[in-house]
């Protein structure tokens, strides 16, 4: 299971907002400000341009790469169901990319849109950024690249809201503060026993091949129980691809519940040799 660590950062225009008739083209706008910043992160293709993003990334092994390369492709399908005409990656399959640490945007806000716009800069832009982690990645070390990066563009950083002086004293300031409850990811070789029995177990309830890979999009915290117990974690999806997790109309397919009250049952009464 992937890491993760959710991060606020919240940029400054003026203390009050200000007409935009009146004051645009003179007082900086915080919204463009922090949608510069943002897109300073990426680049064109997706890939994250904060220095050591991809530092300490542990490789996949034989078994863990032969497990991809198995497994159905069913990225044009998927970027058919979406509406996508195309995706990020340079080309690399979302099976592969998922094994990758990544910076995604999880909301945007700035003054306000739609039946409540109105012409007016506003005072602050804030983002929460959702920064995913994969094997070899420390999530505090990876809040600190973030830090430097912002830094490097120009940036006075501080962890809450600044003064009159300080106002005064920098022209880019960013407020920046790590959530709790951050964690690092956890993978399971697949050529274990372990997971070779689980593997087998989970095969004995479908007639079709399962599908078994490295590493799940999800995040959990399994690194702890890892890290405190000194054992491994192995995790046995049984939803649906199309739940629509975190999202509107969360669901599960009944017949998931079903056959996952199988497979679970088979996990529990497998052998070990």
């Known amino acids: 299971m992937r ?3 959710n991060v606020d950062v919240t940029v400054y225009g003026a203390k009050r907002p200000l007409h935009s008739g009146h004051y645009g083209n003179w007082a900086p706008n915080p919204a463009m400000t922090l949608a510069r910043l943002l897109a300073s992160m990426k680049d064109d293709t997706g890939r994250v341009t904060i220095a050591g993003w991809y530092e300490g990334v542990e490789p996949l092994g034989d078994a863990e790469r032969r497990a991809i390369a198995e497994a159905p492709p069913y990225d044009d399908e998927l970027r058919a169901e979406l509406g996508l005409a195309r ?3 340079d080309g690399k399959s979302l099976l592969e990319l998922i094994n990758q640490p990544s910076l995604n945007i999880n909301g945007f ?3 306000d849109v739609g039946a409540l716009a109105r012409n007016v800069i506003p005072t602050t832009a804030a983002v929460v950024l959702d920064l995913r982690l994969v094997k070899g990645n ?3 070390r990876q809040v600190q690249h973030l830090i430097d990066h912002i830094r490097k563009q ?3 950083v501080t962890e809450r809201d600044p003064t009159d002086e300080e106002r005064k004293q920098h022209a880019l300031i960013a407020k920046v503060t790590a959530r709790k409850g951050g964690y690092n990811a956890e993978r399971t070789r697949m050529d274990l026993p372990i997971s ?3 593997i087998k177990a989970v095969q004995t309830t479908s007639k079709e091949p399962i ?4 590493t799940a999009g999800g995040s959990l915290p399994l690194s702890i129980i890892t890290d405190r117990l000194r054992t491994v974690t192995i995790t046995v999806p049984i939803v649906n691809y199309d739940n629509n997790q975190h999202a509107e109309n969360e669901n599960l397919r009944l017949q998931n519940l079903w056959d996952g009250i199988e497979t679970l049952a088979a996990v529990m009464l497998m052998k070990l040799n």
């Open 3 to 5: 890491g993760d660590q």
């Open 87 to 89: 995706t990020e990656g």
């Open 109 to 111: 806000s700035s003054g």
């Open 138 to 140: 420390d999530h505090q």
């Open 154 to 156: 120009g940036f006075y």
């Open 196 to 198: 070779m029995a689980v």
């Open 211 to 214: 599908v078994k890979l490295p």
